[in-house]
């Protein structure tokens, strides 16, 4: 099983950018040349929301203040100008092979 | 638009079975991987099962195989997730899950249903 892991806490501020990062144990490089690495964001008492995909790819209706970066085994979701309905916990999420596995989440709150 | 609502849950004891469903609308279900997550409240995010559009093809957390069964009524536009032999480790919040096709990321999630195993 693959371990994802993430930096518990992020506290940040209104208007300035954060990035959460996320380590996988191994390569997420899939057979097929592709990394499946995505980010979700979860409000409290709501579903998570699927945010970026394949790395870095926005999905559908996301702002363009979130950005996903990294390769093999390191990345990083920015959110540049964070808002207030930012806070909440962002996981990552590997599906490079079975089970798939998520990071434990990282918490931002507003400092 | 997409919606995924999910029913079933309870309170259910040790040793029991339980079988929840997820209702899916606003997309061909019939086309779509679908998944079964689950949060212990207050906790991470844990990846359960997936079914592959026709029903064929199943994968399973280790610690369920064997317990828990994902099937699909495509008529019904319904995903279902069948527990048998629930422990209190079963506790949580189960989701179900739309799958972003070849992207293999999960973008619709339903809003969840509480599972608890108590005596």
């Known amino acids: ?111 | 638009q997409v919606q995924l609502v999910e029913s079933g849950g309870g309170v259910v004891q040790p040793g029991r079975s339980l079988r929840i469903s997820c209702e899916a609308a606003g997309f061909s279900f019939s086309s779509n991987v679908m998944h079964w997550a689950r949060q212990v409240p207050g906790k991470g995010l844990e990846w359960v099962a997936r079914i592959s559009h026709d029903g064929i093809y199943t994968q399973y957390l280790d610690s369920v195989k064997g317990r828990f069964l994902i099937s699909r009524d495509n008529s019904k536009s319904t995903v279902y997730l069948q527990m048998n032999s629930l422990t209190t480790e079963d506790t949580a919040v189960y989701y179900c899950a739309k799958d972003l096709g070849e992207r293999w990321a999960l973008d619709y999630w339903g809003p969840g249903t509480l599972v608890t195993v108590s005596s």
Not at chain 1, 19 to 39: A, E, M, P
């Open chain 1, 1 to 111: 099983e693959i371990v994802m892991t993430q930096t518990p806490l992020l506290p940040v501020t209104l208007g300035q950018s954060a990035s959460i990062s996320c380590r996988s144990s191994q390569s997420l490089v899939n057979s097929d040349g592709y990394t499946y690495l995505s980010w979700l964001h979860q409000r409290p008492g709501q579903p998570p929301r699927l945010l970026i995909y394949q790395i870095s790819y926005r999905f559908s209706g996301v702002p363009d203040r979130f950005s996903g970066s990294g390769a093999g085994t390191d990345f990083t979701l920015k959110i540049s100008r964070v808002e207030a309905e930012d806070v909440g916990v962002y996981y990552c999420m590997q599906a490079a092979q079975f089970p798939w596995t998520f990071g434990q989440g990282t918490r931002v709150d507003i400092k």
